[in-house]
């Protein structure tokens, strides 16, 4: 039997206004094959409180993180991000979408 791990996939729901969370890893991408989304992601973990999070971050906040930190995300570990949520279209619907910025 293959046990496989459990992820749990950060969520609106899961932040509080201003949420602080910390990255716990590089991250990395996760192709169209494995996701069924229409284009690669990528996924990154983060700790928020005593929880670890497996979050796909949207092009918005990985450009804010990158424009602070750079592209290496390795050197991203330890840092610290402030969360926001946003009301978003998303293909006809609105929704929720977790937006993130560095704390500097």
């Known amino acids: ?36 989304f229409k284009n690669d992601v990528f996924e990154i973990g983060v700790k928020i409180g005593e929880v670890n999070f497996a979050w796909t971050m949207n092009k918005k906040s990985q ?10 995300t390795k050197k991203w570990i330890g840092k610290k991000v402030k969360f926001r949520i946003e009301q978003r279209d998303v293909f006809g619907k609105v929704k929720d979408v977790i937006y993130a910025d560095p704390v500097v």
């Open 1 to 36: 039997m293959v046990e496989l791990p459990t992820v749990t996939y950060l969520r609106a729901e899961h932040l509080t206004p201003g949420a602080i969370g910390e990255v716990i890893d590089e991250g990395r991408i996760r192709p169209v094959s494995e996701t069924g």
């Open 63 to 72: 450009r804010a993180l990158i424009a602070k930190w750079g592209s290496d």
